[in-house]
């Protein structure tokens, strides 16, 4: 019997200067994880990018939930993004986009801290 | 409610704008207090300044200072002059005798050892056990592991883990501080400790150091620097005219 796949949603606030684009938000997340944790740990996390707003600079995130602790790390130390400074802030997890969604509706403040799951 | 403070800001501060641009950005992630550094003989003038830019943007200001003395004399003479004037004391260690005596002396509040050279990275059990009895912190700042990338960084998230569990086993409360001088190394508290999983600490743990344990500090320091302070224990509760004897 297979087990199934536990999974935690982030969003994230994306705070730069210039224009960020999908790809290369999702590479430097990516390029975090790989330099923190390697090859073996970036398998791990199962990541993906499921949603990206470029006017609100917000995203979300999918990743497995035992590896939410690196994920989270690996977002955080995220600076740059194509040789230009970004600063990543994380603003919910969730374990469902739905609720994820609703989270995002209904708090007030656009970065509300995340509960730590 | 949640206080959170970060105790070390490193703003140029002759660039008023860039002080405060990062204070402002400070407000913005959550913080409700902020420490700056700043240097020894730094102008009263100064101070003012950035107090003004804090009250502004309705943070609480906390005065601080860095001392980098070459040997435990020159220590022990800045504090002497120094103590009353600044409501937190950092002693930033680059040789092991300056990170003893810093270590056993309690008017010294945080130890920090910045170098990224294990020869000078002096907290050991030793250091530790002084620290604990004499209610020195351990700082921690952030954003060298933002700043720094690959063997330099995994090389200090070494040093830290080791730190930061001779600090648990000895009881020696751990400061967590940005330790920024630019608005894009600054952080929210949670994300902070978000990258302290990758030294060990867990997220209360983490949190506590943004929170009660820099709150600890200041909450002491500035009811030893109010003018009811008579000694350790002893304050003015109230002032009045003398008893007359019956």
Known sequence: MSQRLRRRYIAVKIESDHPVEERDFH??????????????????????????DPKMNQAVLRCS?????????????VTGVQNEKVATHILLVSGTLKSLRRKLRTQKAPDRVAPAL | MKFYADLHLCPTLERTDEARKLI????????????????????????QEIRDICVTSGLDFVTRIDLTPNNPASLLKSLRSLRRQFE??????????????????????????PSPDFRKRFFDSAEAALASEATVSLEVDMS????????????LLSFLRRETLIAKKSHVP?????????????????DYAFLS?????????????????????????RKKLSPNHV??????IRRGEDCHNG
């Open chain 2, 231 to 236: 000694a350790p224990g002893v304050y003015i």
């Open chain 2, 24 to 47: 402002q950005k400070s407000a913005e992630l959550g913080y409700d207090a902020v420490g700056v550094a700043f240097p020894v003989g730094v102008e009263q003038k100064r101070i």
């Open chain 2, 144 to 155: 060298p592991l933002l700043r720094l990338q690959g063997f330099q960084r995994s090389r």
């Open chain 2, 88 to 113: 937190v004391i950092a002693v930033l260690c680059h040789s092991k005798t300056v990170a003893r005596q810093a270590a056993k002396d309690r008017r010294v509040d945080l130890i920090s050892f």
């Open chain 1, 27 to 52: 590479d430097a997340v990516w390029t975090s994880i790989l330099r923190l944790f390697g090859e073996y740990g970036a398998s791990q996390a199962e990541l993906a990018l499921i949603e990206y």
């Open chain 2, 174 to 190: 751990i400061v967590l501080s940005s330790g920024a001088s630019t608005a894009s190394l600054l952080k929210k508290p949670q």
């Open chain 1, 65 to 77: 939930h035992k590896v939410l602790d690196q994920v989270r790390a690996s977002i955080v130390a």
């Open chain 2, 197 to 221: 999983y990758l030294f060990g600490l867990d997220f209360s743990e983490a949190m506590r150091g943004f929170s009660e344990n820099s709150r600890t500090i200041v909450d002491r320091n």
